[in-house]
């Protein structure tokens, strides 16, 4: 048998050339994918599904959409948690992925000893969020004032049987720059466990149990508008926020007055429910 030729040789790098450029041509070109995303406003529950039809496309939202989406939906905010990056606005702690499901998504809640549910309460997507500075100040000791965080209000879910008629609260956030925080560095230096069985549904990286460790303080309940020692919220180490607590239904006349601070707000919709 003949060696190969030279022209064979030549043939076959010129369809590895035309196969790689093929698969990035025609719509899953990123450029098209873009515009076509942002078109639909970058809603999640279709980025959701094009992730799930093949592991290129899968790539390409998870390298490319997810962050546009974040961008598109809550420019402050990403802005902030990008400014201590030298790569500027193409990284994030925990990666885009897992902002845009802390965006978007509302984790429920797990059945626990403070949490005494008769089932989970499920995860779902959000239709109007609204992530605050302020609130995230209310989550910080006083210690930890130097520290950015931001918090969403709490999302409301009825549970039957509940006295007074209480609702459960679900509330997420994100820290800018935890690596750098203070937060951070007193939960290393105290030598605080990680928590063991739980983990971030946002990254999938284990926590701290901030009630656990007594970081919690009163001004986190009356801005959640909840009694105090009746909520519950855990830190990954990529520096995610989610909890829970128990909502009072509070008369107009028992509402907690607004802070005077000026806050900062970043209020999106995530997309047709």
Same mark, same amino acid.
């Given at each position: 048998?003949?060696?190969?030729?030279?022209?064979?040789?030549?043939?076959?790098?010129?369809?590895?050339?035309?196969?790689?450029?093929d698969?990035?041509t025609?719509?899953m070109?990123?450029?098209?994918?873009?515009?076509?995303?942002?078109?639909?406003?970058?809603?999640?529950?279709?980025?959701?599904?094009?992730?799930?039809?093949?592991?290129?496309?899968?790539?390409?939202?998870?390298?490319?959409?997810?962050?546009?989406?974040?961008?598109?939906?809550?420019?402050?905010?990403?802005?902030?948690?990008?400014?201590?990056?030298?790569?500027?606005?193409?990284?994030?702690?925990?990666?885009?992925?897992?902002?845009?499901?802390?965006?978007?998504?509302?984790?429920?809640?797990?059945?626990?000893?403070?949490?005494?549910?008769?089932? $989970?309460?499920? #995860?779902?997507?959000? !239709?109007?969020? &609204?992530?605050?500075?302020? @609130?995230?100040?209310?989550? *910080?000791? +006083?210690?930890?004032?130097?520290d950015?965080?931001?918090?969403?209000?709490?999302?409301?879910?009825?549970?039957?049987? $509940?006295?007074? #008629?209480e609702?459960? !609260?679900?509330? &997420?956030?994100?820290?800018? @720059?935890?690596?750098?925080s *203070?937060? +951070?560095?007193?939960?290393?230096?105290?030598?605080?466990?990680?928590?063991?069985?739980?983990?971030?549904?946002?990254?999938?990286?284990?926590?701290?149990?901030?009630?656990?460790? &007594?970081?919690?303080?009163? @001004?986190?309940?009356?801005? *959640?508008?909840a009694?105090h020692g009746?909520?519950?919220?855990?830190?990954?180490?990529n520096g995610?926020?989610?909890?829970?607590?128990?909502?009072?239904?509070?008369?107009?006349?028992?509402?907690?007055?607004?802070?005077?601070?000026?806050?900062?707000?970043?209020?999106?919709?995530?997309?047709?429910?």
């Open positions: 048998m003949e060696a190969p030729t030279s022209t064979t040789a030549e043939n076959r790098d010129c369809f590895k050339r035309t196969t790689a450029i698969s990035n025609g719509i070109d990123e450029r098209v994918l873009l515009l076509v995303f942002t078109q639909l406003n970058f809603d999640p529950h279709v980025l959701s599904v094009a992730a799930r039809v093949s592991r290129r496309l899968r790539a390409v939202v998870s390298r490319v959409l997810w962050r546009h989406a974040c961008i598109s939906r809550a420019p402050r905010l990403v802005s902030a948690l990008t400014a201590g990056f030298p790569s500027g606005a193409n990284r994030v702690c925990g990666g885009w992925h897992a902002l845009a499901k802390l965006l978007f998504y509302c984790a429920g809640c797990e059945p626990s000893s403070r949490f005494p549910l008769p089932h $989970r309460v499920p #995860g779902h997507f959000v !239709g109007v969020s &609204r992530f605050s500075k302020t @609130s995230g100040r209310s989550f *910080l000791s +006083r210690q930890f004032w130097g950015l965080l931001y918090v969403s209000d709490p999302c409301e879910h009825a549970v039957e049987g $509940r006295p007074n #008629g609702d459960l !609260g679900a509330y &997420r956030g994100v820290f800018c @720059s935890f690596v750098r *203070l937060t +951070r560095a007193f939960l290393v230096r105290r030598r605080v466990d990680l928590e063991m069985r739980i983990r971030c549904p946002y990254c999938g990286t284990r926590v701290w149990n901030m009630t656990a460790a &007594r970081l919690v303080p009163r @001004s986190a309940s009356r801005r *959640l508008g009694h009746r909520l519950e919220y855990f830190v990954c180490v995610h926020l989610y909890g829970n607590c128990w909502l009072e239904h509070l008369s107009s006349s028992e509402e907690v007055e607004e802070e005077e601070e000026e806050e900062e707000e970043e209020e999106y919709e995530s997309g047709s429910m």
